[in-house]
């Protein structure tokens, strides 16, 4: 079983960071496809970031790279996401998914971007 835990998210202005942490709680960590998804207002879940199990190369979306970050403490079972130069469309529930003999998401959290 797999229970994955986010937090850090916020209010912000535009231009401003932020890091958004997922804690894994299960076996076999280093062995899942694990990143970061959110879900904008009036849209689907999509993909931000994310690390791929089998060589450890990461994937962002066009709208985040040069601004977000993701990496990950195999120690501590936990994914980080940095965020910097916000925009009032990164507005959404983020979300950790892990993907390995099945998917799992965290509950959400929400980062709000003001203008």
């Known amino acids: 079983q797999v229970q994955l835990i986010e937090s850090g998210g916020g209010l912000v202005q535009a231009g401003d960071s932020l890091t958004l942490s997922c804690v894994f709680h299960g076996r076999s960590f280093s062995s899942y496809s694990i990143g970061w998804f959110r879900q904008r207002p009036g849209r689907g879940r999509e993909v931000v970031a994310a690390?791929?199990?089998?060589?450890?190369?990461?994937h962002y979306a066009d709208s985040v790279k040069g601004r977000f970050t993701i990496s990950r403490d195999d120690a501590q079972n936990t994914v980080y996401l940095k965020m910097n130069s916000l925009k009032p469309e990164d507005t959404a529930v983020y979300y950790c998914?892990?993907?390995?003999?099945?998917?799992?998401w965290g509950q959400g959290t929400q980062v709000t971007v003001s203008s």
């Open positions: 998914g892990a993907n390995g003999g099945g998917t799992y």
């Open positions: 690390f791929n199990w089998s060589d450890d190369d990461t």
